[in-house]
């Protein structure tokens, strides 16, 4: 059986969702493996939200913000590249590959680079093959319900 | 022995140090007051009592059962099953009974390195002397065991339904003060809430004067001599008061260190060192990626640090290395 990776995306209102809904309306292709949740910014992810989409079985985790600069809260999207930056080595630390988790930067007119990124994350994430936390979790407390 | 108008109840610890017991002890002459109106049935530390007398008992026998320490090993989790079947009401006692406490902390590590460190490659252990526990051991024809270690730590909840949680490494004696008198005055709030301790943060209590959280590098406690009117963080010392529950009467930042987190997340907070990391990183004062990857290099094992009291915990309880 082949492995479909699953990948939750949290992108921002303004930018990135208006990106990802181009992608769509011109039809460009890219892999279904993405399940997008829209945001009203990125500095709206609490690295909770990433945690828990672990927890309950998702592969990857990608983030689309505006562009620096462009944010329509203006500086929400510094407040997510910091917290990322530090959430990348706390996960690290937890043992979750880097590839897991991803931030990037989407405007509303990129459409294409949009599906570009889906594409080389599902792929990415694909060649690691599954997730270990969902089952290992289980397995931990299989045998001590109270 | 026991006189049954009085309050029965049984105070034990599992994976734990000892300091929750002295919280209780620190209760001063409270404690002996608590003998006048309780049958310490129960008390490894201070008094007598043996598990036979325990399942011996009646289901519920026991009025209050205070468990601290977390579920390291075999023995832990039989006896915190036991309590619970014998217990009215069972309290998840101090941190590591909370939510796995300093002893969680061994879930950033695997059962298997452990018992290297402590038996294979210490330097004080002699060679040909390096013995590993086992749980049973055949010897004459006969059979001894000791209780299984698990492979990783849990908390109390983890194994048994627990009434009530008291925080705390170790609770203020204050709030077990209070706590027990609840009891006594059956004044407990709806099952399952956090008892001895408040609906504030750590920094709300906080008398250090707050402005604006900047910051443009995190310094460790010994490499800066710390303003110690000022609030910590916004000197870039770590401290957790934000993401905290309060009611220890913050203790650290009173004693000028940083709070650790020992009262566990505050309200509402899933998952303490996600809040944490949050309120943290978003102080940072930067724009630019290299000099904030530079900042975020200034916090060497902050794992241990977000999770000190509360590995098994977080979200996503222990590592998951391939
Ligand atoms: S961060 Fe620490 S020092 Fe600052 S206000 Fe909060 S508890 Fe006090
Ligand atoms: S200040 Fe924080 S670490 Fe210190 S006792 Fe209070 S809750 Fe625990
Ligand atoms: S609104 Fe798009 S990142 Fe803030």
Known sequence: MSYEPKILGLLCNWCSYTGADLAGTSRIQYPPNIRIVRLMCSARVDPTFVFDALSKGADGVLICGCHPGDCHYSEGNYKALRRFTLLKKLLQAYGVENERIRLEWVSASEGQRFAEIVTDMTERVRALGPSRIQPALHTDHAERCP | MSDKKKLQIALYWGAACGGCDVAVLDTNEFILTVAEVADIRLWPIAADGKYADVEAMQDGELDLTLFNGAVRNSENEHVAKLLRQKSKILVAFGAC??????????????????????????????????????????????????????????????????????????????????????????????????????????????????????????????????????????????????????????????????????????????????????????????????????????????????????????????????
């Open chain 2, 97 to 322: 009974a909370h939510m796995g406490g300093i002893p969680g902390l061994a879930n950033l590590t695997t059962k298997e390195d452990i018992f290297a460190t402590a038996y294979l490659n210490n330097p004080s252990i002699e060679p040909g002397n390096r013995t590993v526990p086992r749980p049973e051991t055949k010897l004459n024809g006969s059979s001894l065991e000791i209780p299984t270690f698990f492979d990783r730590v849990f908390k109390l909840g983890d194994v048994v339904d627990v009434d009530y949680f008291l925080p705390g490494c170790p609770p203020a004696p204050e709030q077990v003060k209070n706590v027990l008198l609840a009891v006594v005055k059956g004044e407990l709030p709806p099952r399952k809430s956090v008892v001895g301790a408040s609906e504030r943060t750590v920094c709300d209590d906080c008398k250090r004067t707050k402005a604006e959280k900047k910051v443009r590098r995190f310094y460790r406690p010994f490499e800066i001599i710390q303003d110690s009117t000022r609030c910590l963080l916004e000197q870039g010392i770590l401290c957790m008061g934000s993401a905290t529950r309060s009611g220890c009467g913050v203790r650290c930042p009173n004693s000028n260190q940083g709070c650790r987190g020992c009262y566990g997340p505050a309200p509402a907070v899933k998952d303490h060192g996600a809040k944490f990391l949050s309120a943290l990183a978003s102080i940072i004062d930067s724009k630019d990626p290299k000099e904030i990857e530079a900042m975020v290099g200034q916090l060497p094992d902050f794992i241990s640090f977000a999770y000190r009291f509360g590995m098994p915990a977080s979200i996503l309880e222990r590592t998951h290395h391939r």
